[in-house]
């Protein structure tokens, strides 16, 4: 087993974030990630994601993203590209591909036991950046299990050319159904948008105030224990490149949540039916903590109590890519409030930081 003051789960913008911040701190964390090469969630996006439909790709702290180039090109690669560029220039090692397992406590009360498939480290304090892509969300539905067609979640969806001359009905109300709706109406025989609530479009600019504002909603339901709510679901759809193009194509006329699947669509109690030999299920994802299992962090309400990032059950962990900095507008915001807090822990223990180099000046 090997020692360490902090480590941090996830090498996506959160943690790199938190890492930047404890390295600045005077702390040289532990970074584990389970992917084979940076970019965190960015690198499993669809190649038809380009960087001009893209809604906010923050910079890391301390390296701003380089000049604006070809929009065209795939965030799968451009954002990657970048954040190993960022990993590069600040010489923080991460240890990839590694699967964290399990974190829990070490019985004594003094460190967490990180377990992984390669070993196991003991740190006094984690910061969890696992974020959500790898739990897509699919909301279940009467007879779905007897759809004769093709069901994806928009985890998998890769363009809309495997869709030419399909019926497609796309369910969700955010940026991840305006992607697919804009690209596949058009290719599709016919597309079919259904949402549990009715959607918000917002004409005014999405201001630096308006983000900190939605971030801040987000907050008070973490704040209580209850699962996190998108960033999305207080802020509205904003007339984006791509809610545009999906509005030019016709495909934003919205029906209600359907009430079961059949055979061959999707049906409604009062008689309606649409017929379909796809469904895409663009209904979001839920944060990645299975391996917390084991510090019982779950409240009554079905959520975490976080104040911050500090987990009110167990101070030594920070949440970071959780609830409000699930979305970019907060993650940098998130890993330095986290930083703070491992340091406020660790100068309790006897181990207080030093004024560290700046990372990216004193790189080499």
Same mark, same amino acid.
């Given at each position: 087993?090997?020692?360490?003051?902090?480590?941090?789960?996830?090498?996506?913008?959160?943690?790199?974030?938190?890492?930047?911040?404890?390295?600045?701190?005077?702390?040289?964390?532990?970074?584990?990630?389970?992917?084979?090469?940076?970019?965190?969630?960015?690198?499993?996006?669809?190649?038809?994601?380009?960087?001009?439909?893209?809604?906010?790709?923050?910079?890391?702290?301390?390296?701003?993203?380089?000049?604006?180039?070809?929009?065209?090109?795939?965030?799968?690669?451009?954002?990657?590209?970048?954040?190993?560029?960022?990993?590069?220039?600040?010489?923080?090692?991460?240890?990839?591909?590694?699967?964290?397992?399990?974190?829990?406590?070490?019985?004594?009360?003094?460190?967490?036991?990180?377990?992984?498939?390669?070993?196991?480290?003991?740190?006094?304090?984690?910061?969890?950046?696992?974020?959500?892509?790898?739990?897509?969300?699919?909301?279940?539905?009467?007879?779905?299990?007897?759809?004769?067609?093709?069901?994806?979640?928009?985890?998998?969806?890769?363009?809309?050319?495997?869709?030419?001359?399909? #019926?497609?009905?796309? +369910? *969700?109300? /955010?940026? %991840? !159904?305006?992607?697919?709706?804009?690209?596949? &109406? $058009?290719?599709? =025989? @016919?597309?079919?948008?259904?949402?549990?609530?009715?959607?918000?479009?917002?004409?005014?600019?999405?201001?630096?105030?308006?983000?900190?504002?939605?971030?801040?909603?987000?907050?008070?339901?973490?704040?209580?224990?209850?699962?996190?709510?998108?960033?999305?679901?207080?802020?509205?759809?904003?007339?984006?490149?791509?809610?545009?193009?999906?509005?030019?194509?016709?495909?934003?006329?919205?029906?209600?949540?359907?009430?079961?699947?059949?055979?061959?669509?999707?049906?409604?109690?009062?008689?309606?039916?649409?017929?379909?030999?796809?469904?895409?299920?663009?209904?979001?994802?839920?944060?990645?903590?299975?391996?917390?299992?084991?510090?019982?962090?779950?409240?009554?309400?079905?959520?975490?109590?976080?104040?911050?990032?500090?987990?009110?059950?167990?101070? #030594?962990?920070?949440? +970071? *890519?959780? /609830?409000? %900095? !699930?979305?970019?507008?907060?993650?940098?915001? &998130? $890993?330095?409030? =986290? @930083?703070?807090?491992?340091?406020?822990?660790?100068?309790?223990?006897?181990?207080?930081?030093?004024?560290?180099?700046?990372?990216?000046?004193?790189?080499?």
């Amino acid at each position: 087993m090997e020692l360490s003051e902090v480590v941090v789960i996830g090498a996506g913008q959160a943690g790199l974030s938190s890492a930047y911040f404890l390295r600045r701190f005077g702390f040289e964390p532990v970074v584990l990630d389970a992917a084979d090469g940076a970019g965190g969630a960015w690198r499993h996006r669809s190649p038809s994601l380009t960087m001009d439909k893209v809604h906010g790709v923050f910079d890391l702290p301390g390296l701003p993203q380089p000049a604006e180039g070809d929009g065209r090109r795939p965030a799968a690669e451009v954002v990657p590209a970048y954040y190993a560029d960022y990993e590069r220039v600040t010489g923080l090692d991460v240890v990839r591909p590694v699967r964290v397992t399990a974190v829990r406590d070490d019985g004594a009360g003094e460190r967490l036991v990180v377990a992984t498939d390669t070993g196991e480290w003991a740190a006094r304090a984690v910061v969890n950046a696992t974020g959500t892509w790898t739990r897509p969300y699919w909301p279940y539905y009467p007879g779905a299990a007897g759809f004769a067609g093709r069901q994806l979640h928009y985890a998998g969806y890769r363009g809309p050319e495997e869709f030419a001359g399909r #019926r497609v009905v796309v +369910v *969700g109300g /955010g940026h %991840s !159904a305006m992607h697919v709706l804009s690209e596949v &109406a $058009g290719v599709a =025989a @016919a597309t079919t948008w259904v949402t549990r609530r009715p959607p918000v479009f917002a004409e005014e600019e999405f201001s630096e105030e308006a983000r900190r504002e939605a971030v801040g909603l987000v907050e008070e339901r973490v704040r209580a224990g209850l699962p996190p709510q998108s960033v999305v679901s207080v802020t509205g759809l904003r007339y984006n490149a791509v809610v545009r193009e999906a509005l030019t194509k016709g495909a934003l006329e919205r029906l209600p949540m359907f009430d079961r699947v059949v055979a061959g669509g999707i049906a409604w109690d009062g008689g309606g039916y649409v017929a379909a030999d796809t469904i895409v299920w663009a209904t979001g994802f839920r944060s990645a903590l299975d391996h917390l299992a084991p510090l019982h962090l779950r409240e009554p309400g079905g959520g975490i109590r976080v104040d911050g990032t500090r987990v009110l059950r167990e101070p #030594r962990l920070q949440l +970071v *890519g959780y /609830g409000p %900095s !699930a979305s970019t507008i907060g993650a940098n915001r &998130a $890993g330095r409030t =986290a @930083a703070r807090n491992v340091r406020t822990l660790l100068a309790a223990a006897g181990i207080p930081g030093h004024p560290g180099a700046d990372p990216i000046r004193g790189a080499a």
